[in-house]
């Protein structure tokens, strides 16, 4: 059972930058990639940043390339999410998510592709 904790969110100036964080306990060298998503009030959840955990091959929402950088830390067990130039747009309740041992995808970026979520931590960005 893999248990994943978001840590980081607040409130920001456009502009401004934040880090989110994600410790995740459960998670094996066999779950083959993770990601961020986010939801904002009346909208879908869209996914934002996922990674490749063998290579590290990074995808991105096209609104957040350049801006965001998605890593993991060497153990492995601690996903980042750093979000710069924030717009308020980016406003939203966001996810860190994982999928079941062995699955694998090549739609990273889609929610129905992972199957375990944090509860999440609020990103505002006030203009």
């Known amino acids: 059972q893999v248990q994943l904790v978001e840590s980081g969110g607040g409130s920001v100036r456009a502009g401004g930058s934040l880090r989110l964080s994600c410790a995740a306990s459960?998670?094996?060298?066999?779950?083959?990639?993770m990601g961020w998503f986010r939801q904002a009030p009346g909208k879908e959840r869209e996914g934002v940043a996922a990674i490749y955990t063998s290579g590290g091959s990074t995808f991105y929402a096209d609104s957040v390339k350049g801006r965001f950088t998605i890593s993991r830390d060497n153990t492995g067990n601690t996903l980042y999410l750093q979000m710069n130039s924030l717009k308020p747009e980016d406003t939203a309740m966001y996810y860190c998510a994982a999928p079941n041992r062995y699955r694998y995808t090549g739609a990273p970026l889609e929610s129905l592709e992972y199957n375990y979520w944090g509860q999440g931590t609020q990103v505002t960005v006030s203009s």
């Open positions: 459960g998670y094996t060298s066999w779950h083959y990639y």
